[in-house]
């Protein structure tokens, strides 16, 4: 899916997976609260995989 965006906007993979999982962070933060150590990542080898 990430490949598939950057490709579209011309845009670095690596930015379109380092926002998502920004993305993910900031809304997991906002429902579990901010003082929890909240951390996302994305599997880069598998992302290109999935269907």
Known sequence: ?????????????????????????KAAKTKFGSENDIRAKID???ENKLA
């Open 1 to 25: 899916m990430a490949e598939a965006v950057a490709t579209e906007k011309s845009i670095d993979t690596e930015i379109i997976i380092s926002s998502m999982e920004a993305a993910i962070q």
């Open 44 to 46: 880069r080898e598998r």
